[in-house]
């Protein structure tokens, strides 16, 4: 599993550090921590554009500023410091960092694409030119352009080793079952727990006396079938959680899915919310629209955005 770690050295993203430990990561993975630096870095003498990643291997010898050469130091030193916080955490990962003096949007996507990650790590909040991850323009970008799953990290109820609950929530489509299959091939601590959460967006029922009987009938026999199919959904997405020895529980809750899903968090303790990028019906703005900026924002734990590994190699 390759991983970007975005840090800016804000208690956010210290967080987002912490959370890794409650991710379910494997022992074996390949994380690169990314930091960004709002500076600007000359051409070359020669004319070519100077190196756009940078490392403790070429940034003393690249042509720069002096304020540009600390503002890729500084970048570089807080990089180094979330590494060895993550090789103390996990010591079987290779852990590498990178500076990209651009937009944060630009530099982490642009990363995860040249690295071919699994997964970008992103704090809540932040400082600097990673603030506005999730607050503004930044967190629709790299939510919505990622090719690879996103996961917002916030500080959780548990700590490291202890049992995790999650929800998990499904619509039947090829997204929502990857988000599913992620969760059941993560290494969880003994205990962990998955609630499994389709929501029914159906008709607000009050109104059904204005209309005529026959259409009355037809709303509700279409609001049951659409209960029974989540129903179908959730079971068997329950089941393939079981097989990976989670405890699961699985429910059809009629609503809209960004009060549904952050009610139920806050209610239960979540520790994190795992969809999938795309959906359909009342779940298919997960990704595209104001629900997934909704969740990102609002939800009190970590949520993780997942797509298909098939569809994000095929778009790279």
Known sequence: MKLIVA???????NEALDDLKRAGLPADAEALVVTIAEVWVPMREEGEV?????????????PMSAHARQGLERAMKLAETAAANIRAAFPGWHVATRVYPESPTWGLLRAADETGTDLIVL?????????????????QKVLTEARC???IGRKGPGIAGAPVRI????????????AVEEIAARSWPAGSTVRVIAVAGVLDLPVAPTLSYDVTEWVVEGVEKERNRMREIVDGAADTLRRAGLNVSAEVIDGAPVPVLLDAARQ???DAIFLGARGHRFMERFLLGSVS??????????????RPRDRAAAEG
């Not at 840090?7 to 993203?13: F, I, L």
């Not at 100077?50 to 690249?62: M, R, W």
């Not at 900026?293 to 997942?306: D, F, Q």
Request: proline content about 4%.
């Open 50 to 62: 100077a190196p756009e990643i940078y490392g403790p291997e070429n940034v003393a010898s690249t």
């Open 167 to 178: 929800i998990v929530g499904v619509d039947g489509t090829p997204d929502s079952h990857a």
């Open 268 to 270: 239960w303790g979540a």
């Open 293 to 306: 900026s909704a969740i990102a924002a609002k939800a009190e734990c970590s949520v993780e955005v997942v």
């Open 123 to 139: 704090g809540s909040h932040g400082r600097g030119a990673l603030g506005r991850i999730i607050l503004g323009s930044v967190s």
């Open 149 to 151: 799953a996103v996961r």
């Open 7 to 13: 840090h800016d050295g804000s208690e956010c993203a």
